[in-house]
């Protein structure tokens, strides 16, 4: 029997065999560690947030590959992981290693996730892809059609999903903690990035990176200093703005909570922007309609030093008086719920009324929630029965949606009326350029 049989049998099978399971009484999973038993992942960006991902893949599985534009960085990745498998274009890497790999992780700049995610899904690859999911709202919607069309398993980064807290507001807002939810309020203190900018000078390409693989499926422009490897969150080609930068964290809790998806219409006004830059802030309305039992609300988000009336807060408990730097306040007509920080890792308050006492889903592994939503995922893989929550199909993709069409409105520069079911702006047309891009040949999704 050839080795890619074994691999493929043991990954089907890994369930029966107890490879995969929750020991009773302990929060750690026995996934197994037999070399030959171990997931294959293949990483694809392995600076910054892409190192700790690979580092937490390392832990739960062995990473046999490496994918990076840099190829300074990519040298390095390699040699720490003891593999010979590199290349800086994710394509050549994919094709390369073929049946090599059961699984990717992606940290990569946001105009790339999709296409790298895609490919690797109908190759039959597990994928982990760090937030935003996508670049477009049809990029998140088409994700998880594949991941349902092929039956891998997925998982978005945004970490503190696995955060027992949050997951305990979440379910106690579903069991009416607050009342009928009227208004949600989330800021963030972002970006810490330039925005509102021009393009720089076009300068020399740095003999270590490769610039067409950094470009990938974006338009093409020349090199110039301030994209790679940060500030390229700010121009519209790239990134996703503050918005999509960390929404998917601080929508977490309420998306979780109220279901927050589908909204009919979104507003946006802002500093102004040029269409390839980001505006230096935004203040985003979005309308929701009543959804399988939950009355109809408004969701507002701000960021760029943009914050809520702080009348609103009234006997919110705040640190030092001041408002927290990001956070989530859900305005019921019974009571309110105040989660302070990116994840609501700060503290949750509930004023006005009894905390309920609920049951949810907890998560078990790491204290650390970062290694335990990969945990999640890795134990997702050995056992179908434990999916992770912040799936393509289920969560992640709906989530995904629901936070770019903020940037619909705020390329716009007003109000968008959304069609969420065929992810259409009835009131423009013309926006949809923008909710679907178009994908040069090589980078299909």
């Known amino acids: 029997m050839s080795?890619?049989?074994?691999?493929?049998?043991?990954?089907?099978t890994s369930t029966a065999i107890g490879a995969g399971f929750w020991i009773a009484g302990n929060a750690q999973t026995a996934l197994s560690k037999s070399p030959n038993e171990k997931i294959q992942v293949a990483c694809f960006g392995i600076h910054g947030k892409g190192k700790t991902d690979s580092m937490n893949a390392e832990q739960y599985g062995k990473v046999v590959a490496v994918c990076d534009v840099d190829r300074l960085r990519l040298k390095l990745a390699a040699k720490l992981f003891k593999t010979e498998h590199m290349a800086t274009?994710?394509?050549?890497?994919?094709?390369?290693?073929?049946?090599?790999?059961?699984?990717?992780?992606?940290?990569?700049?946001?105009?790339?996730?999709?296409?790298?995610?895609?490919?690797?899904m109908k190759?039959?690859?597990?994928?982990?892809?760090?937030?935003?999911?996508?670049?477009?709202?049809?990029?998140?919607?088409?994700?998880?059609?594949?991941?349902?069309?092929?039956?891998?398993?997925?998982?978005?980064?945004?970490?503190?999903?696995?955060?027992?807290?949050?997951?305990?507001?979440?379910?106690?807002?579903?069991?009416?903690?607050?009342?009928?939810?009227?208004?949600?309020?989330?800021?963030?203190?972002?970006?810490?990035?330039?925005?509102?900018?021009?393009?720089?000078?076009?300068?020399?390409?740095?003999?270590?990176l490769d610039w067409n693989a950094w470009i990938g499926r974006a338009p093409y422009r020349a090199y110039a200093d301030g994209y790679h490897p940060f500030a390229w969150?700010?121009?519209?080609?790239?990134?996703?703005?503050?918005?999509?930068?960390?929404?998917?964290?601080?929508?977490?809790?309420?998306?979780?909570?109220?279901?927050?998806?589908?909204?009919?219409?979104?507003?946006?006004?802002?500093?102004?922007?040029?269409?390839?830059?980001?505006?230096?802030?935004?203040?985003?309305?979005?309308?929701?309609p009543e959804l399988e039992g939950r009355d109809a609300f408004k969701m507002t988000w701000y960021d760029g030093g943009q914050l809520p009336p702080k009348e609103l807060f009234g006997d919110v408990k705040l640190k030092d008086n001041k408002l927290a730097r990001s956070g989530v306040l859900i305005l019921g007509d019974q009571a309110k719920m105040y989660a302070a920080g990116d994840y609501a890792q700060d503290g949750i308050q509930v004023i006005g009324a009894d905390e309920l006492d609920v049951e949810y889903p907890a998560s078990q592994g790491p204290d650390n929630s970062d290694e335990r939503q990969k945990l999640e995922w890795f134990t997702g893989i050995q056992d179908p029965t434990k999916p992770p929550v912040s799936s393509f199909t289920d969560y992640a993709g709906p989530l995904t949606e629901t936070i770019l069409l903020g940037n619909l409105a705020v390329y716009k520069g007003g109000r968008v009326e959304w069609d969420a079911k065929n992810l259409k702006a009835t009131s423009d047309p013309d926006l949809q350029r923008i909710v679907e891009p178009v994908i040069p040949d090589g980078y299909e999704v």
């Open 3 to 12: 080795k890619k049989s074994n691999r493929r049998d043991f990954l089907k």
């Open 89 to 120: 274009d994710f394509r050549e890497l994919l094709d390369k290693m073929g049946d090599q790999v059961d699984a990717v992780m992606i940290s990569t700049p946001d105009h790339n996730h999709a296409v790298i995610a895609a490919k690797a």
């Open 123 to 208: 190759m039959g690859k597990h994928v982990y892809c760090q937030k935003p999911l996508t670049h477009t709202i049809w990029e998140a919607r088409r994700l998880g059609e594949i991941a349902r069309e092929t039956g891998v398993v997925t998982q978005m980064g945004n970490q503190y999903t696995s955060y027992n807290p949050m997951r305990k507001a979440a379910y106690q807002l579903r069991a009416g903690q607050v009342g009928k939810v009227k208004e949600v309020h989330i800021w963030t203190n972002r970006p810490v990035w330039p925005q509102d900018e021009r393009r720089k000078r076009l300068s020399v390409v740095p003999k270590n």
């Open 233 to 288: 969150r700010g121009w519209w080609d790239f990134g996703t703005g503050a918005l999509g930068d960390m929404a998917c964290h601080t929508c977490n809790l309420p998306f979780m909570g109220l279901n927050m998806r589908d909204p009919t219409a979104v507003e946006a006004e802002h500093s102004g922007h040029d269409g390839d830059s980001y505006p230096s802030w935004s203040r985003i309305q979005y309308d929701f």
